[in-house]
């Protein structure tokens, strides 16, 4: 008996509409996601990676429900709520929740920490009221933070503080998922460190899912068990991670993996694939491959026929006509 | 001889009044940088990066700032200098690329008509002269379908779309010195090298200076030629990239290289971090400011440490050279 996927998309999409565009008059859509199918297993950590605004966020959203699925389907324990009510969504919301990049902007200025870290028990109703102060002095500890901090402001705290007090408060009501859009980008690789062992201290102890969008891999290798690498709005490759970075048989993985700066001089480098061709636009997607216009595989098949993402056979799946040798 | 420098700072300070008492962000820094030159700054958050930053583009406006020491640009004195005087150098002599690009972006204007002002308020061109500019500047920063971006909102792009918006708008100019806070930071690394060879263009074509807060040493390592580490409020140590890579003198720096998760071989269980957390900057403790978190740290750090060494590469910490190398070899910057 295989286990039920914590969560499983099939075919998720998203579509955006997008006016006053310069040349024709008419509203445009934007398919920032198209079509992707995924599940994540109770207890593993699925890393997201990608070109910027190949759809990263908004995949995460979709998969949190914070904003509405264009067509596809998303599963959460094999219940169907793609198109769940917000009342059906609420005892939900207790078990997916959301850490965002930014630490700063997601905190309000004008509450207290203490008051802010209150907030989930009150709207859920989830213990008594007497038990709040008690139970937000456990979570501040359990971040690494003391007890004392709750009578302070956000702005009084450093970077890695708040985002450690964004993930008290993903974690208030011990959800069963967490999507974290580029929790650590903004940190310094110190700090960042910190973060991601919390995390990962955090996973174990509570058996917590983690979907994880970075683009940082050496960050995402460190904290996935598998990845999927996204290119303009679909997943072209995934597998385990340690794979994907080592051996990546996607052209797009290759280049991503080949463009990541080494933070050593004189150590011989791989030959960095650089990207050149149109770049492709979601407004206007090109047909066949959608890599086709970049990529130093390209051949008429590619320009003429999407490939399909199929399983390669090892634990993983890959969308590609002539993929790297394995 | 060395050029004469375009920017030259000394005992830059900035601190704020808060009810906490007085918050010192940035410690008396003192650097010069020579045209062409690409600086890496780095640092813990909330070291004081992007007050320096900040203070050097005049930009500290809270009434609750104290800002002393002196910023020269070509010779000439910014700090004290009026809006207007200011305002004809920035933008085209200096221009700045924010961490958070909405600081420089507003959300009623499309993007491309917040370029295109930007080009105009610099330079006599025509409106649709300049819209053609902007149009291959969000182009050269790698945004797909540039003339439909142009006429996008802010919120209807993503998160490292606005960032590159804001890059084009700071190369709009060519300008001489380049400050840069971040500016790929929220950027997948294919568009990263992409930017970075923009600058590194910026740099070869007109001769410009870059400063470059990051906290991506790999970055430092590409593209920096000089690197200053700054932690609580200083500059702790500094010297060309090949010193800060090759060996590296303070321990803050020890600990940020050891801190790197590693993209090949063995994943480590546990990623080493520097132990405890910054400093409160309106209670630092006396001496330095490391100490508390410092492995190595004993009764002469109690006083402070002057920034002393040879040949520019110079370290702000109280142990001898020789014990640094004994502890350098001995593995203390590896994971
Ligand atoms: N509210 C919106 N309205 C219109 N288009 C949008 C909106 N939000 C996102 N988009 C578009 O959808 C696409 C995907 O954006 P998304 O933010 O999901 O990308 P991302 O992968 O998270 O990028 P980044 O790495 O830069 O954060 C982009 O082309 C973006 O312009
Ligand atoms: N208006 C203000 N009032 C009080 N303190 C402030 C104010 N602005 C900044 N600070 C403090 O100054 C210090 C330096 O901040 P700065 O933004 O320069 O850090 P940074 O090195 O750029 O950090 P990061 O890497 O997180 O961006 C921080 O501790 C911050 O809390
Ligand atoms: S299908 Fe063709 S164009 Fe697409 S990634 Fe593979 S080789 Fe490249
Ligand atoms: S001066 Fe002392 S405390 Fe500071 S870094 Fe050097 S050894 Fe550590
Ligand atoms: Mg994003
Ligand atoms: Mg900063």
Redesign the pocket.
Same mark, same amino acid.
Not at chain 1, 50 to 59: A, I, N, T, V
């Given at each position: 008996m295989t286990a039920t996927p914590l969560l499983r998309a099939t075919e998720l999409s998203k579509t955006?509409r997008?006016g006053r565009a310069l040349l024709p008059a008419r509203r445009r859509a934007?398919q920032?996601?198209s079509e992707v199918s995924l599940e994540v297993m109770p207890g593993e950590t699925l890393g997201i990676v990608?070109?910027?605004?190949?759809?990263?966020?908004?995949?995460g959203r979709c998969l949190m429900k914070l904003q509405d699925i264009t067509s596809g389907t998303l599963e959460f324990e094999g219940r169907d709520i793609t198109r769940a009510s917000a009342a059906r969504m609420r005892p939900l919301r207790r078990e997916m929740q959301m850490v965002f990049q930014d630490p700063a902007a997601s905190l309000n200025p004008r509450r207290r920490v203490g008051d802010l870290l209150s907030d989930p028990f009150r709207i859920h109703a989830a213990c008594d009221r007497a038990e709040i102060p008690d139970r937000v002095a456990a979570l501040l500890r359990r971040v690494d933070l003391l007890p004392e901090h709750a009578m302070r402001f956000p702005h009084e705290f450093s970077g890695g503080q708040k985002q450690r007090i964004g993930i008290a408060r993903a974690l208030a009501l011990r959800p069963k998922l967490v999507v974290a859009d580029?929790p650590v980008s903004a940190l310094d690789v110190s700090i960042q460190a910190q973060i991601v062992n919390l995390l990962a201290d955090l996973r174990e102890e509570l058996g917590l899912t983690y979907v994880f969008?970075a %683009?940082d891999l050496s960050v995402v290798r460190q904290i996935s068990n598998r990845v999927a690498v996204?290119y303009l709005g679909s997943v072209v490759e995934t597998g385990p991670v340690d794979r994907v970075f080592s051996a990546p048989r996607h052209p797009y993985t290759a280049a991503l993996r080949s463009a990541v700066p080494v933070p050593k001089l004189d150590v011989p480098r791989p030959a960095r694939t650089i990207l050149s061709g149109d770049l492709p636009s979601?407004l206007n997607p090109p047909p066949g491959c959608r890599f086709h216009t970049r990529c130093p595989r390209a051949t008429a098949l590619c320009r003429a026929e999407r490939p399909a993402l199929l399983p390669d056979g090892q634990g993983g799946a890959l969308a590609c006509h002539h993929p790297l040798e394995a | 001889m060395p050029a004469e420098p375009l920017l030259e700072v000394s005992g830059l300070t900035v601190s704020f009044r808060t009810e906490d008492g007085l918050v010192e962000a940035v410690r008396g820094i003192s650097f010069a940088i020579a045209p062409g030159e690409i600086m890496g700054l780095v640092g813990e958050s909330g070291s004081g990066k992007s007050q320096t930053l900040l203070a050097l583009m005049g930009l500290i406006t809270s009434p609750n700032a104290v800002l002393s020491g002196s910023v020269r640009f070509r010779g000439q004195e910014l700090v004290g200098l009026g809006r207007r005087a200011l305002d004809r150098i920035r933008g085209r002599d200096m221009a700045m690329i924010f961490q958070d690009p909405m600081t420089a972006l507003t959300p009623v204007h499309t993007v491309g008509a917040q370029i295109v002002e930007q080009i105009r308020a610099h330079e006599r061109i025509s409106p649709r002269a300049a819209r053609a500019r902007a149009v291959e500047l969000i182009s050269a920063v790698g945004i797909p379908a540039p003339a439909d971006v142009a006429g996008r909102y802010p %919120?209807?792009?993503?998160?490292?779309?606005r960032q590159r918006a804001v890059i084009a708008m700071a190369l709009s100019c060519n300008p001489a010195l380049l400050i840069a806070d971040e500016p790929t930071t929220?950027?997948?690394v294919t568009v990263q090298a992409q930017i970075l060879e923009l600058i590194g263009r910026l740099r070869d074509e007109f001769g410009s200076a870059v400063i470059l807060v990051t906290h991506d040493l790999g970055v430092v390592a590409e593209i920096a030629d000089t690197v200053r580490v700054m932690y609580a409020g200083k500059v702790v140590e500094e010297g060309s990239k090949r010193d800060l890579f090759t060996a590296p003198q303070h321990p803050y720096a020890w600990g940020l290289f050891a801190s790197i998760p590693p993209l090949e071989g063995a994943r480590p269980a546990r990623l080493s971090a520097i132990p405890g957390t910054p400093p409160r900057l309106s209670a630092l403790p006396a001496g330095c400011a490391f100490r508390p978190r410092c492995a190595h740290a004993h009764a002469a750090c109690a006083a402070m440490p002057a920034l002393t060494g040879e040949g520019g590469h110079r370290a702000a910490c109280v142990l001898s050279p020789a014990r640094r190398a004994e502890l350098l070899a001995a593995g203390e910057a590896r994971s």
């Open positions: 955006y997008v934007v920032a996601v990608g070109e910027s605004g190949c759809g990263k966020s908004s995949l580029e969008i %683009h996204m979601p | %919120h209807q792009l993503s998160g490292g779309m929220a950027l997948d």
